[in-house]
């Protein structure tokens, strides 16, 4: 964890490094206006960290005026050094041809410093406001899927899939009930969370509990835990799980009798990779490969020894990167595509967008889902 705070810092103070660097012809040169827009960022730097202490404290509205403020500029400050860096790279194209002598003139078109700075900043500010209402455009996602192993008598078996809402300070109530309106919408026999549902300290929270506990398919609520339930707390965040109806499944397989079975394993964060991988081997050892297995995996990972041994594995944890182009960098870290991929040894895998935010309270070209499933057989 304390080495995780201190990459992120790293990260993100050169973040603020370079943007105040593309900023310095438009700053106002007084030594006032300096140190302002030095506190601010250093204020913004150290946001997460205040957050997280408010939080504790248990002064919630502070903190999610903070919250509400620093991830803001957080998304705000990612989206403007993307562009930043785009301009950059261009003018270094243009410069490189111009030394072979390829291109001519054409370093004229970019903008000034001062002049590129004072555009990025209109246009971010139109993606950020863009970015706050696709987050709470919840998308639904239908998926059909034909197999033997659904028994005809059982028909059409209806399974929603919600991932990384990512309750606390910034996703709550409201946006709770829109992501419940598509899954009642759905009429589910089977709900499950995919990790991450909850991302802040849930004591006071009994409102959010009690409205997911409202949700009572037929089949049943099963959950796993994601990297953010351990940030939280395990205990908390078991309390909460528990008390929102869920059956929480840690390395264990539920039997759904006739149907199907669900199996679910912890994220690696609880126990390390070695650990969560001994607990997936075990977990599927103990599954009858004649039962339509679903295997709930918050990180859209597949262990080379599971191959085989599931039918359906549902992840989340990439939100598709949540602000384009930050998508770009976590499929290189997690290649599995959003959606449904199949995959050689039988099975399929499907990843979610997730329904929530996680920092930054915006979505750009990665809008929130919530996945319907129907199984039936042929």
């Known amino acids: 964890m304390y080495l995780f705070l201190t990459i992120f810092l790293a990260l993100y103070g050169g973040m603020q490094w370079y943007w105040y660097r593309k900023g310095a012809d438009v700053i106002p040169q007084s030594m006032v206006a300096r140190l302002f827009v030095a506190l601010f960022l250093l204020i913004m730097l150290l946001a997460p960290v205040l957050i997280r202490f408010l939080e504790q404290r248990g002064d919630a509205a502070a903190a999610r005026w903070t919250a509400l403020i620093g991830y803001s500029w957080m998304g705000f400050l990612f989206l403007s050094c993307s ?3 785009l301009l950059d790279c261009g003018r270094l194209l243009i410069r490189s041809l111009s030394r072979v002598g390829i291109g001519g003139d054409l370093g004229s078109y970019f903008p000034g410093s001062g002049s590129s700075f004072v555009w990025v ?3 971010v500010a139109v993606i950020t406001l863009y970015g706050w209402h696709e987050a709470t455009v919840i998308r639904t996602e239908s998926v059909d899927i034909y197999t033997t192993k659904i028994p005809k008598a059982a028909g059409t078996i209806t ?3 919600i991932s990384d809402v990512h309750l606390g300070l910034l996703v709550g109530e409201e946006r709770l009930k829109m992501i419940l309106a598509a899954v009642r919408a759905a009429q589910p026999d089977l709900l499950v969370a995919t990790g991450d549902l909850v991302d802040g300290e849930m004591d006071g929270r009994d409102g959010l509990a009690r409205l997911l506990g409202e949700i009572r398919p037929r089949l049943g609520k099963f959950a796993v835990m994601g990297n ?3 940030y939280v707390g395990s205990h908390q965040a078991l ?3 528990q008390d929102a109806g869920f059956i929480l499944l840690r390395g264990e397989v539920f039997e759904i009798p006739g ?14 990779k070695a650990e969560a991988a001994d607990q997936e081997r075990r977990v599927l050892s103990r599954t009858d490969p004649q039962r339509y297995l679903i295997l709930l995996k918050h990180r859209p990972v597949i262990a080379p020894q599971s191959r085989g041994h599931f039918d359906l594995q549902l992840s989340g944890h990439v939100h598709q990167g949540q602000i384009f182009p930050f998508g770009l960098l976590t499929r290189i870290a997690f290649p599995l595509p959003m959606g449904l991929s199949g995959i050689e040894e039988g099975g399929a895998v499907y990843v979610s967008r997730g329904a929530g935010t996680w920092g930054p309270p915006i979505r750009f070209l990665a809008p929130p889902e919530v996945t319907v499933f129907r199984l039936r057989h042929p």
């Open 259 to 272: 149907i199907m079975a669900v199996a679910g394993v912890d994220d690696p964060v609880f126990g390390g």
């Open 159 to 161: 399974v929603v899939q």
């Open 228 to 230: 953010h339930e351990l």
């Open 83 to 85: 562009c930043f860096l």
């Open 239 to 241: 309390s909460f799980l």
């Open 121 to 123: 900043t209109l246009l």
